[in-house]
């Protein structure tokens, strides 16, 4: 079946390590998204992809980091400067081609908690 | 800016009341996309429905409605009927024509629908 992973489905971190969240789609969508969820409020993004070896900083890029090396995977990067990582996680791919007509598939997140 | 605003926080019903989402969005695009998603207490964000903003077409799928009006720049939702299953938080997005076709979320609306 097509669709969206995300792995793991919950993560602890302790304060002042790095930790990296997986996302892979094999849907062949050519954009992909992180977005970060906390409670009560809505999504917001962190980093965006639209070809792979090529991405842009979000409205909440601080103290993370991703790459694109393949079209399939785009995993993101919490680091130890993310003052609040405790958060829900989200990646989503938009269909082929990018375009603000096209919906954003989502995967079923990683809940982080940091210890 | 762009900017997406579902005033209601969280919303109860009986089983089988009709009941009513309200998004209210700010752009200052001529060009623009609205989206509801749907997400269960699994976490997945589950796309429903997308609109262009040339069409003001009201669109019904199934116990499903969605009322488009660009004078008052709102696109709210309806599920006629309730059940227990839509129990939910759904949220209301916005795209535009930018470099990064980004989603911009509302804060979500919980709906519990009780037996």
């Known amino acids: 079946d097509g669709g969206i992973t995300q792995s793991p489905k919950y993560l602890f971190r302790k304060e002042g390590q790095n930790v990296t969240l997986s996302c892979e789609q094999n849907l062949n969508h050519d954009a992909m998204y992180w977005y970060r969820q906390d409670p009560g409020q809505g999504l917001r993004l962190i980093y965006y992809s639209q070809i792979v070896n090529d991405f842009q900083k979000g409205d909440i890029a601080e103290g993370y980091s991703v790459s694109r090396e393949k079209k399939e995977s785009f995993p993101l990067t919490v680091t130890s400067a993310q003052k609040n990582p405790t958060a829900f996680y989200l990646c989503?791919?938009?269909?082929?081609?990018?375009?603000?007509?096209?919906?954003?598939?989502f995967g079923p997140g990683t809940r982080l908690t940091v210890l | 800016a762009q900017k997406v605003t579902q005033a209601q926080t969280e919303i109860s019903v009986v089983e089988k009341e009709d009941v009513t989402l309200d998004c209210v969005y700010e752009?200052?695009?001529?060009?623009?996309?609205l989206f509801w998603y749907k997400q269960p207490p699994s976490g997945e964000l589950v796309f429903l429905i997308r609109?262009?903003?040339?069409?003001?077409q009201n669109e019904i799928s199934g116990r499903y409605s969605w009322n488009f009006q660009k004078s008052t720049s709102s696109f709210n939702f309806t599920i006629t009927a309730s059940q227990v299953v839509d129990s939910a938080v759904y949220f209301c997005a916005l795209s535009v024509m930018d470099s990064s076709y980004k989603l911009i979320f509302g804060s979500g609306t919980r709906l519990l629908v009780r037996p």
């Open positions: 752009t200052r695009d001529t060009t623009y996309y």
């Open positions: 989503a791919s938009s269909s082929p081609g990018t375009s603000a007509y096209n919906e954003q598939f």
């Open positions: 609109r262009n903003s040339f069409d003001e």
